[in-house]
């Protein structure tokens, strides 16, 4: 597709329950980042993968969040026994690594409600 | 203290007049700086670019960038009502340094 795609657009889980949120990258770009969007915030970073290979994952807020692009295109952000602090948007990125240092191609998100 | 600190504002302009958003950054090593436009309920888009010292200028968007200072603005001039949005500056390191790191936005209207 032209752009990055992420599914579902919408999930509101149970607390507790297990998610899983998926990403499509476009096509050819090397580098995947997700980041998490609280209502007022901007951004805030949470793994970052160089084809299938997790570079950062530094922003994981806790080991219940699991994150894998196993053949380098289409990733997964894995949630586990969801908490309400989850609740936020979950912004899929990639860019084309290359000359220079390119910019984010976002994805239109998953907002996650947990209740 | 925030890596990328923004005026939250919000920012509000009549038409027609020009919008400055400012930025500033914590972590000198910072080599790449950009501006996004966030619509509300929307994903950010990219508009500005900007790698080196001095101005950069694309149509009604100049983005200003002062390593020294670490300070980083975006003008928009003849504001237009469609530009009522969030604006994200976000930083990031040398090349395939991975993340870019944002501020919390300055939220623009522009009125009519």
């Known amino acids: 597709g032209a752009g990055v795609s992420q599914s579902p657009r919408y999930k509101v889980a149970k607390r507790g329950q297990d998610v899983a949120l998926r990403c499509d990258p476009i096509?050819?770009?090397?580098?995947l980042f997700w980041y998490q969007q609280a209502l007022g915030q901007g951004p805030e970073f949470l793994t970052y993968?160089?084809?299938?290979?997790?570079?950062?994952k530094s922003g994981l807020p806790s080991d219940r969040f699991f994150a894998e692009r196993p053949e380098g295109s289409v990733s997964t952000l894995k949630i586990q026994r969801t908490q309400q602090e989850d609740s936020a948007v979950y912004l899929c990125?990639?860019?084309?690594?290359?000359?220079?240092?390119?910019?984010?191609?976002f994805g239109n998100g998953t907002r996650l409600t947990v209740t | 203290q925030k890596e990328v600190e923004q005026n939250s504002g919000p920012l509000s302009v009549p038409e027609g007049a020009i919008a400055s958003l400012n930025c500033t950054y914590s972590d000198r090593v910072s080599q790449s700086f950009f501006w996004y436009r966030q619509y509300s309920g929307k994903s950010p888009e990219l508009i500005m670019s900007?790698?080196?010292?001095g101005d950069k200028e694309d149509g009604r968007f100049t983005a200003q960038l002062n390593k020294a200072s670490q300070y980083v603005s975006l003008l928009i001039r003849d504001s237009q009502p469609s530009d009522s949005a969030t604006y994200l500056c976000?930083?990031?390191?040398?090349?395939?340094?991975?993340?870019?790191?944002f501020g919390d936005g300055t939220t623009l209207t522009v009125k009519p």
């Open positions: 976000a930083v990031r390191g040398p090349a395939n340094a991975g993340k870019s790191t």
């Open positions: 990125a990639s860019s084309l690594e290359g000359a220079g240092v390119p910019p984010l191609h």
């Open positions: 900007i790698y080196s010292n």
């Open positions: 993968f160089q084809n299938e290979a997790q570079l950062d």
């Open positions: 096509s050819g770009h090397v580098s």
